[in-house]
């Protein structure tokens, strides 16, 4: 017996040196959907070579896999690393959509910096997967050329040009009409957008409450209470979509949801339209907007959005500390801020607003959900309610960390109240087990010091 198993043990590694030289001699077989992908700079050239030969084998959607792939054993095994790959960054689809994924860029990154890949098991097959510190340059060399193209605000310091965090801009930029934002300004504030002329946006996206209510869920006509936390409207012009599902495109998308929501405001636009068209005042400037007296929804929608592209809040102490000024955040706020991008923070929370780039679900959602005593529905599945598909179960929009320190309470379902009670979740329960590390309750303080002095200023004042 002993013999035998000693017999099966010399065959096994035999097997993997066997397949090791192989794979040396042969290398991963690069699909022609990778291979067919343009380059559009000699970086991303460069980084897609890299990839193709050393990370796309499980981090694609129509990965090449060896000859041996089609065993039952090495199947399995090399299935649930691409499947695993995938969901974690797909980095086919990060270079055919040519770097445009701040999070997808910043995740890459960090897995580069905290050398976690490739996984063991690839290496024990494939000796010379490792990654050289030259490659490690190049990729991060494309990383930073796409942040500084497509991303950046050009107002950071030298020290955190290439930082996954930008600091915000005084404005939007692509401007912002003043008349239209103006008017939207009135009807942000206007509560016959409700069916009983009691609630507007501002109710739960109060201007002096950080642009929410401070209630866990928020209440609506006839006080009726809603089943999800309202998310602040400043800074909400940087999110990918909007909604905690992201069923709305944008934020005139968004700004159509509540009036038509039974629970929300519970109305119909011929209804608002009907009220609104009294208001000899406000249809003069209406008309002097769009440039007719005839309401209609989609302008009413459209003038919302651009007030609420006023609502950026620049110049927090932390933006202050991106720009240059080291005295802005004290010493323990720069260890927060540099914990912050070592424990991969930074990743989910990347882009100008912290957040809103990305939909993520727990690493485990049944150990998440069973650790915070909620029974997953309808609220929880989030992003897989808008899109049916079942890869986008429990997906929820990453939450803007700007002026989080007044935007509570928090996650979607208002739950929390405590920023130290949620980074040690967030960080043992959303960061890849390949890059986690354990927090402790020092460093859990610093890290929260910094995001309390991450309020910034609307119009200049205060938040």
């Known amino acids: 017996m002993k013999k035998t198993i000693l017999i099966l043990i010399a065959l096994a590694i035999l097997g993997i040196v066997t397949l090791g030289i192989i794979n040396l001699m042969v290398g991963i077989p690069v699909p022609a959907s990778y291979a067919s992908i343009p380059a559009t700079t000699p970086e991303m050239e460069q980084a897609k070579a890299i990839i193709g030969t050393k990370c796309q084998m499980c981090h694609s959607h129509d990965p090449g896999v060896p000859f041996y792939a089609k065993m039952p054993a090495a199947s399995a095994m090399i299935g649930k690393h691409v499947q695993m790959g995938t969901e974690m960054s797909d980095l086919q689809q990060l270079l055919t959509d040519n770097g445009e994924d701040e999070v997808a860029l910043a995740k890459l990154e960090q897995s580069i910096k905290l050398d976690t890949m490739p996984i063991l098991p690839f290496l024990a097959m494939h000796w010379n997967g490792k990654l050289k510190a030259s490659e490690k340059q190049a990729l991060l060399a494309w990383i930073h050329q796409v942040r500084a193209a497509k991303y950046s605000t050009g107002l950071a310091s030298t020290e955190f040009e290439s930082n996954p965090v930008q600091p915000l801009p005084d404005a939007w930029p692509g401007g912002v009409t003043a008349a239209k934002a103006k008017l939207g300004n009135r009807l942000y504030h206007d509560v016959r957008l409700s069916g009983d002329d009691t609630i507007s946006c501002a109710s739960c996206h109060d201007l002096k409450k950080g642009g929410t209510d401070h209630a866990q ?233 910094m995001l309390i002095k991450n309020s910034g200023r609307l119009n200049g004042e205060p938040i």
């Open 217 to 449: 869920f928020s209440t609506g006509v006839r006080n009726q209470i809603g089943g999800i936390n309202a998310p602040t409207s400043f800074n909400a012009m940087f999110n990918v979509l909007q909604f905690w599902d992201g069923r709305a495109t944008d934020l005139a998308d968004q700004a159509g949801g509540p009036p038509l929501n039974p629970i929300e405001m519970d109305t119909n636009w011929e209804q608002v339209i009907e009220k609104l068209t009294k208001d000899a005042e406000l249809t003069k400037l209406y008309e002097a907007v769009f440039g007719t007296s005839q309401w209609n929804d989609q302008n009413i929608k459209d003038a919302i959005a651009e007030f609420e592209k006023t609502l950026i809040t620049p110049n927090s102490a932390l933006d202050k500390y991106l720009k240059g000024d080291s005295d802005a955040l004290t010493e323990a706020e720069q260890m927060g801020f540099a914990l912050f991008n070592e424990h991969s923070c930074v990743t989910c929370h990347a882009g100008k607003a912290m957040g809103g780039q990305s939909f993520e679900k727990p690493v485990d959602p049944k150990a998440y959900y069973a650790f915070r005593g909620i029974d997953p529905g309808e609220a929880e599945f989030g992003r897989f309610n808008a899109t049916k598909d079942e890869a986008d179960r429990y997906k929820l929009k990453v939450p803007l960390l700007r002026n989080i320190a007044v935007t509570g309470p928090y996650l979607h379902d208002g739950n929390i109240t405590d920023l130290k009670e949620i980074v040690p979740i967030m960080n043992n329960h959303f960061v890849p087990k390949l890059n986690r590390k354990p927090l402790s309750d020092d460093e859990v303080d610093m890290i929260v010091s």
